[in-house]
């Protein structure tokens, strides 16, 4: 009989529902035409030195792409704002079994052309 509810209590915890974090929960705002700031992703459902966990991003803006190591960095080519769903898999046998998610906010603004202000030449090249 003890072995009966062992069992009932091991299953019980296998199916309830857990609750995983991705971090960070938010992104700073990047420029367009300049280079982002690398961000990697981690999540309290997985170990992020494990082969085995495959990310992905959808929604980024063009120019920052997401490693599939969670590295998220690149030069984004449009300012806007964007929403980020961001996903963590595991790869089990030949399936992606997904482990958290979590959608983030994140603007890229615009950039100013650089103006030459003045009435002068310049040299012959």
Same mark, same amino acid.
């Given at each position: 009989?003890?072995?009966?509810?062992?069992? @009932?209590?091991? $299953? @019980? #915890? *296998?199916?309830?529902?857990?609750?995983?974090?991705? %971090?960070?929960?938010?992104?700073?705002?990047?420029?367009? &035409?300049? +280079? !982002?700031?690398?961000?990697? !992703?981690?999540?309290?459902?997985?170990?992020?030195?494990?082969?085995?966990?495959?990310?992905? #991003?959808?929604? @980024?803006?063009?120019?920052?792409?997401?490693?599939? =190591?969670? %590295?998220?960095? &690149?030069?984004?080519?449009?300012? +806007?704002? $964007?929403? *980020?769903?961001? !996903?963590?898999?595991?790869?089990? +046998?030949?399936?992606?079994?997904?482990?958290?998610?979590?959608?983030?906010?994140?603007?890229?603004?615009? =950039?100013?052309?650089? =103006?030459?202000?003045?009435? $002068? =030449?310049?040299?012959?090249?």
């Amino acid at each position: 009989m003890r072995s009966l509810h062992l069992l @009932a209590l091991i $299953f @019980a #915890v *296998l199916l309830s529902p857990v609750s995983a974090t991705i %971090k960070p929960l938010s992104l700073t705002p990047g420029t367009a &035409g300049l +280079g !982002f700031k690398e961000v990697v !992703f981690t999540s309290d459902q997985v170990n992020a030195n494990d082969p085995s966990v495959l990310w992905k #991003v959808s929604g @980024a803006p063009l120019g920052i792409p997401m490693g599939n =190591t969670g %590295k998220y960095v &690149g030069k984004p080519t449009t300012p +806007g704002n $964007f929403t *980020l769903s961001v !996903f963590v898999y595991v790869k089990v +046998g030949g399936r992606l079994v997904l482990k958290d998610s979590t959608t983030i906010k994140h603007t890229i603004n615009a =950039t100013t052309p650089p =103006t030459i202000n003045g009435s $002068f =030449t310049l040299p012959s090249a």
